[in-house]
């Protein structure tokens, strides 16, 4: 078989690929291992799909931790109201959740996945498993099944996340054999898992707490967001934005520090100097603090006295406000990259032109999505920046092929 572009995976990115060039007449084929599209796409937001979010473009770049700048081209001509007038074009509404996410007003991942299919479906080769990728004057790309020529390549492959939906680093091996440095994988935008809250979460367990300052100790890495304690450590999308920087840092630093209010010290200073007028014990200012459960945990885990608060000594009060703030938990380990939402790494951005991720050194051979080493926060970040990606390389195929 001959065509002009082909596209390996069936992700967000390599479908929007698809669609840009069947849109502008050019051939291609798109191959995939799974025996349905958008495998992926289709657990996203617990079904739902958040396909992105209302930020503005400058606020969407301000909120990615990773090679920010190499996306600044792509998505300033392609970005979220370009990616929900796309969707409407398609027949696919998308609305506002919770004045941030939004998600097709369906709830339903598969009409997304339908409306990126739906005009390209002959195009589609499914149960299809790249074997390899040489290039001479063209590229031939052999499979379990069929031997492929193209001038083009794509590589949307994803990184090595939910491997069960075809994830497995494919595009970084192909990279390799190209001779294109990548960065190993690793989790982000997952849980971490910690001996202390298993060991106590008869108390911890289901709580949650709003707002939250999650620091690494002993570094400048903090964020805030809403955190919650689960069965075996901590979770929540503050804890989840902040876990690569975890990961980074095990080796050296294991322990986080999270709030347990969304109080600033000097408001709690302001309960405490109340409850010296009013009588109240240690545990009823906590409790105007933080949630119950947490405040009748500090007391007891800590050897506490529940004391009037004008009998407690200044010590104490001090010793109650910096848990309140600055509890530490100890990390035992961040969840696996195959099981994070979203991994870093992958094909390393220096390697690509930013105007159109075709590999400097392979002339026609494209790394998108979550294949290279670019990510976002949970939110509509990474669907965002994966069509984004694949709808700029599908655009640059077409002038180059017009020029």
Do not use: W
Request: hydrophobic share 35%; net charge positive; with cysteine.
């Amino acid at each position: 078989m001959k065509t002009k572009v082909c596209i390996i995976g069936m992700g967000p990115a390599g479908l929007m690929a698809a669609n840009v060039l069947n849109s502008l007449n050019i051939p291609y084929k798109v191959i995939d291992k799974n025996p349905i599209p958008g495998k992926k796409l289709l657990l996203t937001g617990g079904g739902r799909c958040n396909v992105t979010n209302n930020l503005t473009n400058r606020e969407f770049m301000d909120s990615l931790t990773v090679n920010k700048r190499f996306l600044y081209s792509t998505l300033s001509s392609f970005s979220t109201i370009e990616i929900i007038n796309f969707f409407k074009s398609k027949n696919v509404d998308l609305v506002l959740d919770k004045e941030f996410k939004y998600f097709p007003k369906s709830s339903k991942s598969k009409d997304i996945v339908d409306a990126l299919t739906n005009d390209i479906a002959k195009n589609l080769i499914f149960n299809e498993t790249v074997d390899s990728i040489k290039k001479s004057n063209l590229f031939t790309i052999k499979t379990n099944k069929q031997s492929i020529e193209a001038d083009y390549v794509i590589i949307a492959t994803g990184s090595t996340s939910y491997p069960k939906t075809g994830s497995d680093g494919f595009g970084s091996r192909v990279a390799k054999s190209f001779g294109i440095n990548t960065i190993p994988f690793y989790p982000a935008e997952t849980s971490v898992y910690s001996s202390f809250v298993k060991q106590n979460k008869e108390s911890l367990q289901g709580v949650s707490i709003s707002k939250s300052t999650i620091r690494i100790k002993n570094t400048k890495t903090s964020f805030v967001g809403d955190i919650g304690f689960t069965h075996f450590g901590v979770s929540g999308p503050g804890i989840q934005h902040l876990s690569e920087d975890i990961y980074h840092n095990l080796q050296t630093q294991n322990t986080i520090t999270v709030s347990l209010t969304a109080l600033s010290e000097h408001q709690i200073r302001e309960l405490f100097e109340e409850a010296k007028e009013t009588g109240k014990s240690i545990i009823r200012v906590l409790e105007q603090c933080t949630i119950n459960r947490l405040a009748k945990f500090l007391i007891e885990s800590n050897n506490i006295s529940n004391t009037k608060v004008k009998e407690t000594s200044k010590k104490t009060i001090n010793k109650i406000i910096e848990l309140l703030l600055q509890y530490e938990i100890i990390v035992d380990k961040v969840e696996a990259k195959e099981n994070a939402y979203v991994n870093g790494g992958g094909v390393d951005t220096k390697e690509l032109n930013p105007k159109s991720f075709e590999s400097k050194k392979i002339p026609g051979l494209f790394f998108i999505g979550e294949a290279v080493d670019v990510h976002g926060p949970i939110g509509g970040f990474n669907i965002t920046i994966a069509t984004s990606m694949g709808h700029h390389a599908a655009h640059y195929i077409s002038n180059q092929e017009n020029l």
